[in-house]
């Protein structure tokens, strides 16, 4: 397992050298600086995803779910229209990046926070709030189409622009800004990481070991909401990259010990992300974008997951 480990840490430093070194044209220290923080920025939402979506499939004991069925990345998409729609395209909230993330970030963990403790509140079991959160994901995706609709079409674009995730322009207050919140939530998991292995057992099993299952899967599901909402808010929505890396890792370690498929996850989406952009950047020559590559292979290993009956 551990050579495992090791030849993907390999192939991830590989993809990142390959992808900051190559082609760096007239202006190597410019082209080089600029790819050192897309690179950071990739580390890091490929970081959050990967974590986030591998917690959420062991507390739902099942594969094929990722975090985005709770409706975060719709709402992500309906602050932004909205925030055009009320303010236009020139207010603060819109064109400075470091408002902007602000407030997406803090609407994404408010609603996570206030929308667990109302559904927890009542004893709610997983599947009610994994049907509560699609029926909200709907709801958050026609408020905001309806909102575009009614937005100026110049205004539109600014929407449009982070409708789909993209490294090119990560800024770099906005990276620091994220790795802070990252570490702080980050410290605040190392605590609850032990109890993934028991929780993939199931909710009885749990409880019969003693753990209290619905305070650390409340815990769990929190924590889900601050990651998906660091990466959405820096790069904007990747639906099916979760799904992907996590079943590919699956695939290739073979293990069910979340101390290694953790590592196991982050390196494989970290390689997915590099690949995807480099991909994108030179194949498509910027004619597509990262978000469209990865949900289009994601959506297919999707179909094949379901037509597969890969379920846990």
């Known amino acids: 397992m551990r050579k495992k480990l090791f030849v993907t840490a390999l192939i991830a430093l590989v993809c990142i050298l390959i992808y900051i070194f190559s082609f760096m044209g007239k202006f190597p220290e410019f082209v080089i600086k600029e790819r050192t923080i897309s690179i950071l920025a990739i580390i890091l939402v490929a970081t959050c995803i990967a974590i986030c979506t591998?917690?959420?499939?062991?507390i739902t004991n099942n594969k094929i779910l990722t975090p985005s069925i709770i409706g975060l990345d719709s709402l992500y998409l309906l602050v932004?229209?909205?925030l055009v729609f009320m303010l236009t395209a020139t207010h603060v909230s819109v064109y400075d990046e470091r408002v902007n993330f602000?407030?997406?970030v803090i609407c994404m963990i408010a609603f996570g926070i206030v929308f667990y403790k109302i559904l927890f509140k009542e004893n709610r079991s997983?599947?009610?709030?994994?049907?509560l959160g699609l029926i909200f994901g709907t709801f958050f995706s026609s408020l905001s189409s309806f909102f575009e609709?009614?937005?100026?079409?110049?205004?539109?674009?600014?929407?449009?622009?982070?409708?789909?995730?993209s490294f090119n322009n990560v800024k770099i207050e906005l990276l620091a800004l994220s790795y802070i919140l990252f570490i702080g939530i980050f410290i605040y998991m190392l605590s609850y990481?032990?109890?993934?292995?028991?929780?993939?057992?199931?909710?009885?099993?749990?409880i019969n070991l003693g753990l209290e299952y619905e305070n650390l899967v409340k815990r769990f599901l929190i924590i889900i909401a601050v990651l998906i909402s660091i990466s959405t808010a820096l790069v904007g929505p990747i639906t099916f990259l979760g799904l992907l890396v996590t079943n590919l890792s699956y695939e290739l370690f073979k293990t069910s010990k979340h101390s290694i498929l953790l590592v196991a996850c982050t390196l494989v989406s970290i390689i997915a992300l590099v690949g995807g952009t480099y991909l994108v950047a030179r194949v498509f020559a910027f004619n597509a974008t990262l978000s469209v590559v990865i949900n289009f292979i994601g959506g297919i290993y999707f179909i094949y997951l379901v037509l597969k009956g890969n379920r846990l």
Not at 126 to 131: G, K
Not at 193 to 206: H, N, P, Q, V
């Open 54 to 58: 591998l917690i959420f499939q062991t």
């Open 102 to 104: 602000l407030t997406s």
């Open 149 to 165: 609709v009614l937005i100026d079409p110049d205004e539109f674009l600014v929407v449009q622009g982070r409708m789909f995730a």
């Open 126 to 131: 997983i599947y009610h709030i994994l049907l």
């Open 80 to 82: 932004q229209s909205f």
């Open 193 to 206: 990481f032990k109890f993934l292995d028991i929780l993939a057992l199931g909710k009885d099993i749990s």
